[in-house]
């Protein structure tokens, strides 16, 4: 895989939008079944764990998913990254990243489909494609959500953030993890999927903040099943 490939996967994916304001889509309201907490306030150090975010009506902002080129032919969805505003105050925002059972596509052209353990490989049109990654969207999960402020900056106008920053990360026995002012670290994870050499593939993601960490990854198993289907 080339540095370019790696750099604008880089570049799409791992950005801190709790620095700056995102920007602006064509706003829908929140879908907010499986949220049930309320709402925190940004600054309450002497708390031991803050409940995670309650977003209802809350307005999406913006939303992108998190992809993997797995090959030249092959892409693979493995979640969301939707980012939210609150209209009863327009400089708080969330960021929400939701991890969904993974969606290969492949932009080759064929008439088959094949289903795996875990992933499905399919060829779509445009239309269906986006229908497709709708629906595995609609039944995703947080997994990580980020707080933040803005404010303006007197010196140039610009926005900045305001105070401290809350993170709440997933952790793997289905509890949250609060922490406030934590970086979020997110690793690529890739897999060898030939037995006679290698052959290194993008096959997840890794969030982490200190050392906590929740892992996105695709079945090694289904990967080498759709090289090997693929030749």
């Known amino acids: 895989m080339n ?4 750099c604008s996967i880089l570049i799409s994916l791992c950005f801190c939008p709790y620095l700056a304001r995102g920007e602006s889509v064509e706003s829908t309201r929140a879908d907010t079944s499986q949220i049930v907490a309320n709402q925190p306030a940004l600054s309450q150090p002497n708390a031991s764990n803050l409940p ?3 977003i209802t009506g809350w307005t999406v902002t913006g939303t992108s998913r998190v992809e993997l080129r797995v090959s030249s032919d092959l892409v693979a969805y493995i979640g969301l990254v939707v980012q939210y505003s609150n209209p009863a105050n327009s400089r708080e925002f969330i ?3 939701r991890r969904h059972i993974p969606r290969i596509i492949s932009h080759q052209k064929k008439t088959d489909e094949r289903l795996f353990s875990e992933a499905v490989i399919m060829f779509y049109s445009q239309k269906e494609e986006e229908e497709s990654l709708r629906e595995v969207s ?3 999960d947080p997994v990580v959500y980020i707080q933040w402020r803005t404010k303006e900056n007197i010196r140039n106008g610009n926005d900045m ?5 809350n993170i709440w990360l997933l952790r793997p026995d289905g509890t949250w993890y609060w922490s406030q002012n934590k970086k979020e670290v997110i690793e690529f994870l890739s897999e060898n999927i030939s037995n006679g050499k290698s052959q290194n593939v993008f096959s997840g993601m890794k969030y982490g903040v200190s050392d906590i960490y929740h892992i996105i990854r695709i079945n090694r198993s289904d990967l080498i099943r759709i090289f090997e289907e693929n030749k």
């Open 161 to 165: 953030q305001d105070g401290s920053f």
């Open 138 to 140: 609609d039944k995703s």
């Open 3 to 6: 540095k370019s490939l790696i």
């Open 95 to 97: 960021r929400a990243v």
């Open 52 to 54: 995670i975010p309650d």
